[in-house]
C-alpha cells in the first residue's frame, strides 16, 4: 500500500517515529462535512498530528488532534478556514481572473486548502476527482501554480529530497534544525 510506504518514508527522511494513540474518527466525517479528505492525509494526521517541515511550511489539522469526541467538530471548524481562505481567493479571482484559474472549495472542483508557507504560499487539494485519493496537489507562491500529481505526503517526501527546486526551497532545509516540528 503507497500510504503506508509514504507515511514510513516521510518518518524516516523526518526522522520521527510516527504517533501509536488513538486515530481521528474518520470513519463517515465524509458524511458529516460533505467532503472526504485523502487517505495519505488521514494516515499522515493520524502518525505525526499537525506541524511544520523546518518551521516554514505547515500542514493544517483538526484541531483537539486524537479526541474522539471533537472529531467531526474539529474537522468541520479545519474546513471552514479552509473556506475563508476560499472567499478571499475568489474575491481575487473576481478581480484577476486570468491569476486565479482555479474554483475554489467548496465550488464543485474546487481547491481545498491543507496548508501553507511563512512566505505566504498556500497548498491545496484539487477536489475535481470523486475518489480523494486521486486528487492532485496544487501549490500556490502568489505568482505561480504549481500542479503535482501526486498525493500530500508524497509532495512532503519530494520537498525533503530536494527532488524538486521549488518545493526543496519552500521548505528550505536547515542542518541541525529539526524536520518536523509538532504542533501541540
Same mark, same amino acid.
Given at each position: +500500500?503507497?500510504?503506508?510506504?509514504?507515511?514510513?518514508?516521510?518518518?524516516?527522511?523526518?526522522?520521527?517515529?510516527?504517533?501509536?494513540?488513538?486515530a481521528?474518527?474518520?470513519?463517515?466525517?465524509?458524511?458529516?462535512?460533505?467532503?472526504?479528505?485523502?487517505?495519505?492525509?488521514?494516515?499522515?494526521?493520524?502518525?505525526?498530528?499537525?506541524?511544520?517541515?523546518?518551521?516554514?511550511?505547515?500542514?493544517?489539522?483538526?484541531?483537539?488532534?486524537?479526541?474522539?469526541?471533537?472529531?467531526?467538530?474539529?474537522?468541520?471548524? +479545519?474546513l471552514?478556514?479552509a473556506?475563508?481562505?476560499?472567499?478571499?481567493l475568489?474575491?481575487?479571482?473576481?478581480?484577476?481572473?486570468?491569476?486565479?484559474?482555479?474554483?475554489?472549495?467548496?465550488?464543485?472542483?474546487?481547491l481545498?486548502?491543507?496548508?501553507?508557507?511563512?512566505?505566504?504560499?498556500?497548498?491545496f487539494?484539487?477536489?475535481e476527482?470523486p475518489?480523494?485519493?486521486?486528487?492532485?496537489?496544487?501549490?500556490?507562491?502568489?505568482?505561480?501554480?504549481r500542479?503535482?500529481? +501526486?498525493? +500530500?505526503?508524497?509532495?512532503?517526501i519530494r520537498a525533503?529530497?530536494k527532488?524538486?527546486?521549488f518545493?526543496?526551497?519552500l521548505?528550505?532545509?536547515?542542518?541541525?534544525?529539526?524536520v518536523?516540528?509538532?504542533?501541540?
Amino acid at each position: +500500500m503507497r500510504v503506508q510506504a509514504d507515511i514510513e518514508e516521510f518518518a524516516r527522511l523526518a526522522d520521527i517515529t510516527p504517533c501509536e494513540g488513538e486515530a481521528l474518527p474518520w470513519a463517515g466525517s465524509g458524511t458529516a462535512v460533505g467532503v472526504e479528505l485523502p487517505a495519505d492525509y488521514r494516515a499522515f494526521v493520524d502518525a505525526f498530528g499537525g506541524g511544520d517541515l523546518y518551521g516554514r511550511l505547515g500542514v493544517n489539522t483538526p484541531w483537539p488532534l486524537h479526541d474522539p469526541s471533537a472529531g467531526v467538530t474539529a474537522l468541520r471548524a +479545519m474546513l471552514d478556514d479552509a473556506a475563508a481562505t476560499s472567499s478571499l481567493l475568489r474575491e481575487l479571482r473576481g478581480s484577476y481572473p486570468a491569476a486565479f484559474p482555479f474554483a475554489f472549495y467548496p465550488e464543485p472542483g474546487g481547491l481545498l486548502a491543507w496548508g501553507g508557507g511563512i512566505g505566504g504560499e498556500l497548498c491545496f487539494w484539487l477536489t475535481e476527482a470523486p475518489d480523494p485519493d486521486a486528487w492532485p496537489v496544487v501549490v500556490w507562491d502568489k505568482a505561480d501554480w504549481r500542479r503535482y500529481d +501526486m498525493g +500530500m505526503v508524497a509532495l512532503l517526501i519530494r520537498a525533503l529530497t530536494k527532488a524538486d527546486p521549488f518545493l526543496s526551497a519552500l521548505v528550505a532545509p536547515e542542518h541541525g534544525r529539526p524536520v518536523w516540528n509538532p504542533r501541540g
